[in-house]
């Protein structure tokens, strides 16, 4: 049974930039593990950890003999800096990895020294799912958060662009048992929409192209074409965009409101180590 999506990670070459990226320039709680992560895994890994939403791991390869080393550079040297896998948890990830696998999710075979089970992308409309304990990651952060700044939250949505949302229902909903809405024609966006909500953590929004007419479809329907399906972009939310926009601006974050919606604020993936960030007022 899967309990919830704790967090979505980022892998890239520059781990120190990264976590600067997130503490610095997005004023958002970052905890350090990479001093401990180098000598257990072989990789730099910190999480950023605020409020609401899922966490996001930030990843980076250290040690190339290391199997999460090799992973992450495997995946940098096929797609470049961003968005590599999404987690989900389950009280027994091997279990359940036994009984995706019984629905024809492709398992991928337990990695060395790893705590969690891989579901191949070519089963997932090209995302890595990683299934790990739940409460896999109990850090605190112990630092100081900007309170001048309007807060980030963590990872709202998640969007993954398919080619078919009918065939990624039946992934999500029913191999992953996850509960899943109906399929929403959204006519602003010029997609189709699905949200799958994971009992605890952000959701994950399922869209497919239906006119492609409308920027945020051509967005993705480009996305499809140069990247194949998978993970697009996270969703955070922000009390005060006005503020975030400011805030931002001044930490030398190149932002702007997106081309789609003139209430939504982008990040490009130029700016963002491979990663489109959109925010949006909750």
Known sequence: MITGMPRIAIAV??????????????????????????????????????????????????????????????????????????????????DEADELAGRALNIMPLMSGAYGRDVHPSATHGVLIRVYPVNSFQGEFKGQVNDSVPRLSGIARVIIAVEDIVHAIGVYGS???????????????????????????????LVAVNNAARPFAQAIKQHLLEDREGMYAI????????????????????????????????????????????????
Do not use: W
Request: proline share 7%; with cysteine.
């Open 175 to 205: 191999q992953f048992k996850m509960p899943v809405g109906d399929i929403v024609d959204d006519t602003e966006r010029g997609i189709y929409s699905v949200i799958c909500q994971p009992p605890t953590g952000g959701a994950i929004e």
């Open 13 to 94: 070459k520059d781990f120190k930039g990264l976590v600067s990226f997130f503490r610095d320039k997005l004023d958002m709680p970052v905890i350090d593990m990479s001093r401990k992560s180098v000598v257990d895994y072989g990789a730099a890994l910190g999480m950023c950890v605020p409020d609401g939403g899922s966490n996001i791991e930030l990843m980076s390869p250290v040690d190339p003999d290391s199997p999460l080393s090799k992973s992450l550079q495997g995946f940098l040297d096929r797609r470049g800096e961003g968005l590599f896998a999404l987690m989900l948890e389950a009280p027994v990830p091997d």
């Open 235 to 282: 969703v955070l939310t922000s009390p005060d965009l006005e503020g975030t926009a400011a805030s931002l601006s001044s930490n030398g974050v190149s932002v702007d409101f997106s081309k789609d919606n003139v209430n939504v604020l982008e990040v490009s993936p130029e700016h963002a180590f491979g990663v489109l960030i959109r925010i949006e007022q909750n």
